[in-house]
């Protein structure tokens, strides 16, 4: 089984301008790129899951919302991080989608897809509905937060890099003996 960690994306990777529309739109917020990339070292699958209604609402197209994330996943990669995969929900709150977060199904469908061990894996996001959704899946959950607002998630970082180096502090016994970003065969390994 994999250890992944489930990441919202504006608010939590980039900044959230309401809409992130286009490339010059996306900014990576403080810390965010390092704490990637710990996370991916600390053996972490790094999957996104992205509620973008901007599509359902016409505000931007899914070739807009592609060419963002493709322009993200090649910045990342000048770093050595490989996103894992990305789920996304393009709907309107008003389709009712059985996507959309506070809903975990991106969540639980990337667990079944990649294999993935709740119990030694993680979210972060910046709202209520990802804390939510963390919870509903069995995942232990990062606010990403400057302020100490109560989600009930289980824990509050400024941001990413923190969120990795409290995972390396307190969860470094049986959940961190993997290392590498294998996507197979972590089990075995042990
Ligand atoms: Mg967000
Ligand atoms: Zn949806």
Known sequence: MNRAFFLDRDGTINVDYGYVKSVDQFA???????????LSDLGF????????????????SLENYQTVMKNMQERLKEKSIVI????????????KCPCRKPSPKMILDAIQKWDVDIASSFLAGDKETDIQAGKKAGLTTFLISATDTNYGQNHTTPDLLAAAQLIEKQYSQACLKRSGNKMTNHT???
């Open 28 to 38: 990576f917020l403080p810390h965010a790129i390092e704490g990637l990339k710990k």
């Open 45 to 60: 699958l790094l999957i996104i899951v992205s509620n973008q209604s901007g599509i359902g609402r016409g505000l931007y």
């Open 84 to 95: 894992q995969d990305v789920f996304f929900c393009p709907h309107s709150p008003e389709s």
């Open 188 to 190: 075995a390994a042990e």
